[in-house]
């Protein structure tokens, strides 16, 4: 990587304040710059260490006014978190690739592999799957019979993808992600459990990705169903006829239990639960380590079970005085005595 921030500012319309011909090699945090660095100032908490920084430029939004001298070149933006992750996904894109199938992986005979495609070693891609132009499968990774993998997408390291699912085009699954697995259907019978067979599939939308060790359901019939432009962190439990609609975003250790439905640009934050076979409408936001245990309208929610914000925080702070009215109670009741 070597730029000039004349070439970063011209990537992104931006203003410059400073050496147009400062050299860039590498990204870094502000408050570990280092000679030849990019950074970035978003956070004002973060502000101190523009003045100290060692970086060689910052990406700042143009609304930022120095107090004090600034050891480096300013590149202004309208908004500096935005524009760094433009960036980043500029230097992304622009790596090296790997192209190529490895001798060491296995592909059945009657499955289609498209142009540019990566293949590593002990990949295995089943019978009828559609592997799509420029994919990149990596080692170790399982691509079911039946499978349709899109264009461009990538599949890290020991992903695991089951027969009949659909994964769109411009998506990354990574690491020990498993894809259509079977839902958790049993019915009680004689105080034993009989297994109901899951013969549905997973249906992935375009630009997806899904965290590592993230695990999504196949549908006891139909489709479990991930939406375009989803975004899922790792180590979240997606059930069986789950439907996550367009855009939503969800975090750490989330659960949603089977047939529930969460619509478009939700934000669901770490360990929220949802139960099953409720509706979540769009735009909804649910805070950290909520239980939604019934549907919800648009709006904020907190708490388990999950509460609109502010009743959750006038519950939380009435929570924080109950051992003084407890103490006063007793204090009373044993005066009156």
Same mark, same amino acid.
Not at 21 to 37: A, D, L, Q, R, S
Not at 61 to 84: G, H, M, R, W
Not at 91 to 116: F, H, L, M, W
């Given at each position: 990587m070597?730029?000039?921030?004349?070439?970063?500012?011209e990537?992104?319309?931006?203003e410059?304040?400073?050496?147009p011909?400062?050299?860039?090699?590498t990204?870094c945090?502000?408050?570990e710059?280092v000679?030849?660095?990019?950074?970035f100032?978003?956070?004002?908490?973060y502000?101190?260490?523009?003045?100290?920084?060692r970086?060689a430029?910052?990406?700042?939004?143009?609304s930022?006014?120095?107090?004090?001298?600034?050891?480096?070149?300013?590149i202004k933006?309208?908004?500096?978190?935005?524009a760094f992750?433009?960036?980043l996904?500029?230097? &992304?894109?622009?790596k090296?690739?790997k192209?190529?199938?490895?001798?060491?992986?296995?592909?059945?005979?009657?499955?289609?592999?498209g142009?540019?495609v990566?293949?590593g070693?002990f990949?295995?891609?089943g019978e009828?799957?559609?592997v799509g132009?420029?994919?990149?499968?990596?080692?170790?990774?399982?691509?079911?019979?039946?499978?349709?993998?899109?264009?461009?997408?990538?599949?890290?390291?020991?992903v695991?993808?089951y027969?009949?699912?659909?994964?769109?085009?411009?998506?990354?699954?990574?690491?020990g992600?498993?894809?259509?697995?079977d839902g958790?259907?049993?019915?009680? &019978?004689?105080?034993?459990?009989?297994?109901i067979?899951q013969?549905g599939?997973?249906?992935?939308?375009?630009?997806?990705?899904?965290?590592?060790?993230?695990?999504?359901?196949?549908?006891?019939?139909?489709?479990?169903?991930?939406g375009?432009?989803?975004?899922?962190?790792?180590?979240?439990?997606?059930?069986?006829n789950?439907?996550?609609?367009?855009?939503?975003g969800?975090?750490?250790q989330?659960g949603?239990?089977?047939?529930a439905?969460?619509?478009?640009r939700?934000i669901?934050?770490?360990?929220?639960?949802?139960?099953?076979?409720?509706?979540v409408?769009d735009?909804?936001?649910?805070?950290?380590?909520?239980?939604?245990?019934?549907?919800l309208?648009?709006?904020?929610?907190?708490?388990?079970p999950a509460?609109?914000?502010?009743?959750?925080?006038?519950?939380?702070?009435?929570?924080?005085?109950?051992?003084?009215?407890?103490?006063?109670?007793?204090?009373?009741?044993n005066?009156?005595?």
């Amino acid at each position: 990587m070597k730029y000039l921030v004349s070439q970063i500012a011209e990537l992104l319309s931006a203003e410059i304040v400073g050496d147009p011909n400062t050299v860039i090699t590498t990204i870094c945090k502000i408050e570990e710059g280092v000679p030849g660095g990019l950074t970035f100032l978003s956070n004002p908490k973060y502000t101190q260490y523009i003045y100290t920084t060692r970086a060689a430029a910052a990406i700042v939004n143009k609304s930022f006014v120095p107090e004090q001298d600034v050891p480096c070149t300013l590149i202004k933006v309208d908004n500096s978190y935005l524009a760094f992750a433009k960036l980043l996904n500029f230097y &992304q894109e622009n790596k090296p690739r790997k192209v190529g199938i490895s001798d060491k992986a296995c592909i059945a005979p009657s499955a289609t592999i498209g142009e540019n495609v990566y293949i590593g070693e002990f990949a295995s891609i089943g019978e009828h799957a559609v592997v799509g132009n420029g994919a990149s499968i990596y080692p170790q990774t399982v691509v079911g019979d039946n499978v349709r993998v899109g264009e461009r997408t990538t599949l890290y390291a020991g992903v695991k993808v089951y027969a009949d699912c659909v994964i769109g085009n411009d998506c990354i699954l990574h690491a020990g992600a498993v894809i259509g697995a079977d839902g958790f259907g049993f019915a009680p &019978q004689d105080g034993q459990y009989l297994k109901i067979p899951q013969i549905g599939n997973v249906v992935i939308g375009n630009n997806v990705e899904i965290g590592a060790n993230t695990c999504i359901d196949r549908a006891t019939m139909g489709s479990t169903c991930i939406g375009d432009n989803v975004k899922i962190d790792n180590l979240v439990q997606i059930a069986h006829n789950v439907t996550i609609g367009e855009g939503t975003g969800m975090a750490a250790q989330v659960g949603i239990a089977g047939s529930a439905k969460v619509g478009r640009r939700c934000i669901l934050a770490g360990q929220v639960g949802v139960a099953g076979h409720i509706t979540v409408d769009d735009g909804t936001v649910i805070g950290a380590q909520s239980g939604v245990t019934h549907s919800l309208k648009q709006g904020t929610y907190l708490g388990s079970p999950a509460l609109p914000l502010q009743e959750e925080k006038r519950l939380i702070i009435y929570r924080r005085k109950l051992p003084t009215l407890f103490s006063d109670v007793k204090e009373w009741m044993n005066g009156d005595e």
